[in-house]
């Protein structure tokens, strides 16, 4: 099934779902999973394996990460190839002072941002997705 591809389209049914919980980047050496991990999502780089977990889990692990984050999911089927979408949602948060980490997956495209703002990066997405709907 082809995900949709038109921006408007995309940006007025983005539905911003917030996830339960905080969520934090860190890295390993190794190209494995420690035990005990469920990531949410992984990277591997020349550097190391980047690991997207539940903060809770990497203290568990004893792994160190720098901040942490919201994981937001916007839950319109955006296919891989549409074009417009992360830029005009990135400039919408930047507008509002909001960084964002993007990853994308086959079906949906996951926002992390600063997780004492998280809420507030929801309503600017609901705002962008009003706004698109109404022309």
Same mark, same amino acid.
């Given at each position: ?7 408007? $389209? ?20 190794? #190209? ?9 999502? $992984? ?20 792994? #160190? ?16 190839? #549409?074009?417009?979408? $992360? ?45 698109? #709907?109404?022309?």
């Amino acid at each position: 099934m082809s995900g949709e591809r038109d921006l408007r $389209t995309l940006l007025s049914g983005m539905r911003p779902e917030l996830h339960e919980g905080t969520y934090v980047f860190c890295t390993v050496d190794a #190209a494995t999973v420690p035990a005990g991990t469920a990531p949410v999502a $992984t990277v591997l780089e020349p550097e190391g394996l980047t690991l997207v977990l539940r903060q809770e889990d990497a203290d568990a692990a004893g792994l #160190a990460y720098d901040c942490t984050a919201g994981w937001i999911t916007l839950r319109i089927h955006s296919a891989l190839d #549409a074009v417009g979408l $992360t830029a005009a949602f990135a400039a919408e948060l930047g507008a509002h002072g909001l960084s964002c980490n993007v990853i994308a997956g086959y079906h949906h495209d996951h926002l992390f941002v600063a997780a004492d703002r998280a809420a507030e990066a929801v309503a600017v997405l609901e705002g962008l997705a009003a706004r698109s #709907a109404q022309g």
